[in-house]
């Protein structure tokens, strides 16, 4: 198994800030109606930058490992920052290829955060 592809089971096994935020400042919710995928995220601001973050799924494993490594990426990101991303940005994270519908998989976590970002303005 090559590195990234064990990198994206390691986060897909134990995802990085999956949890629910009580009070979060933004919630958003998005997902993938080809596969079931639902993700919801939380982020709670501070002076327009995110200084926390939690969310939930129940989803496939790419979504999961993107999940973890978005909700990671995004810590300490402006709303500008955040907003601006895009699903390459996210695919050189993963740093594997996906084929385009395990692509939509990825886009259902940055679609969510931004809904979360948007949301907490």
């Known amino acids: 198994m090559d590195i990234y592809r064990q990198q994206l089971m390691e986060h897909y096994q134990n995802p990085a800030n999956f949890r629910m935020l009580e009070d979060a400042d933004g919630v958003g919710r998005a997902d993938n109606p080809l596969c079931g995928d639902e ?34 990426y995004v810590k300490g990101k402006s709303v500008d920052e955040i907003i601006t991303m895009q699903l390459e940005d996210v695919l050189e994270m993963l740093g594997t290829p996906l084929t385009g519908s395990r692509q939509q ?8 955060v931004k809904r979360a970002v948007e949301g907490s303005m």
């Open 39 to 72: 993700v919801e995220v939380y982020v709670n601001m501070e002076d327009s930058v995110v200084d926390e973050i939690g969310w939930q799924a129940q989803a496939c494993a790419v979504t999961m490992a993107t999940g973890s490594m978005v909700s990671e």
């Open 105 to 112: 998989c990825a886009q259902v976590m940055l679609t969510a």
